[in-house]
């Protein structure tokens, strides 16, 4: 099956993005079940990430604009080890719900990638290198997951990805849950 390949705005981060500053605890009282309260996430997506830690070169350039839910860029860009820190769900639920899509690392903590997968919420690529150093954040990109590639339409170059291998499966099927029922492991 051809996937569609994924496209938009680069947001760019630096390495050991943890779980308490891609949502911080103060931000959990929120319903992710209330359609209003649900939005909350994404207004407050990466808002735990100090300025000197973002790896933007630019400063600190906020997810989402001041008063928005829903952030102009679709493909985080990362260092090293994303997603360190505690097993929160609300990590990759309130990235996804921000309108992010996909993120591109050499690393992540396998807690934070398996709850991507699992849940549907968004698709981890690893990289082979860090292309943190080579991207910058507003880059148009597009990743092409049969190739596996990184293709940045700014600046005319591409990069390699690691085939998502095992996980690819559940990926495209939008979560292990729909993975399960697609295969009739679980009734419908």
């Keep these: 099956m051809k996937t569609?390949?994924?496209?938009?705005?680069?947001?760019?981060?630096?390495?050991?993005?943890?779980?308490?500053?891609?949502?911080p605890a103060a931000h959990l009282v929120y319903?992710?079940?209330d359609p209003e309260e649900r939005k909350l996430y994404g207004k407050y997506a990466l808002s735990g990430v100090p300025a000197e830690e973002s790896g933007l070169p630019q400063g600190n350039i906020p997810l989402t604009r001041e008063d928005e839910t829903e952030s102009e860029f679709s493909i985080i860009v990362a260092s090293d080890n994303f997603g360190c820190g505690s097993s929160r769900?609300?990590?990759?639920?309130?990235?996804?719900?921000?309108?992010?899509?996909?993120?591109?690392?050499?690393?992540?903590?396998?807690?934070?990638y398996r709850n991507s997968v699992d849940g549907g919420f968004l698709t981890p690529y690893e990289s082979e290198e860090d292309l943190s150093k080579k991207i910058r954040t507003g880059d148009e990109l597009e990743i092409d997951s049969e190739v596996p590639a990184l293709i940045n339409h700014t600046r005319g170059e591409t990069y390699k990805l690691n085939p998502l291998g095992s996980v690819a499966d559940i990926v495209h099927a939008g979560?292990?849950?729909?993975?399960?029922r697609e295969n009739g492991m679980v009734p419908r």
């Design 4 to 23: 569609k390949p994924i496209t938009g705005k680069a947001f760019v981060l630096g390495k050991n993005i943890d779980t308490d500053q891609i949502i």
């Design 175 to 180: 979560g292990i849950f729909a993975y399960a």
């Design 31 to 33: 319903s992710l079940s």
């Design 89 to 112: 769900e609300h990590a990759p639920a309130c990235l996804e719900i921000a309108g992010i899509k996909a993120i591109v690392s050499p690393s992540y903590a396998r807690i934070f």
